[in-house]
């Protein structure tokens, strides 16, 4: 169950953001379990292969609740 959880979260996050791949997605799950939640968007640029680029062209839309 948590393995079909954890790559349902991993699909919905490649299919919504742009620039983000099968590699990147698991990356940000992973680091999310982790780390625990984001608390800021800008957090996401600390997972590999996400940077400035990737954060700016989804900024409008992630939010961290």
Request: glycine letters at 8%; hydrophobic letters at 35%; a positive charge.
């Amino acid at each position: 169950l948590h393995t079909a959880y954890r790559r349902q979260r991993q699909m919905c996050i490649r299919d919504r953001l742009k620039g983000i791949g099968e590699k990147r997605a698991v990356a940000i799950v992973a680091y999310r379990e982790e780390n625990g939640p984001f608390t800021t968007v800008e957090q996401l640029q600390s997972v590999k292969g996400v940077g400035e680029k990737v954060l700016e062209q989804n900024r409008a839309n992630l939010s961290v609740k």
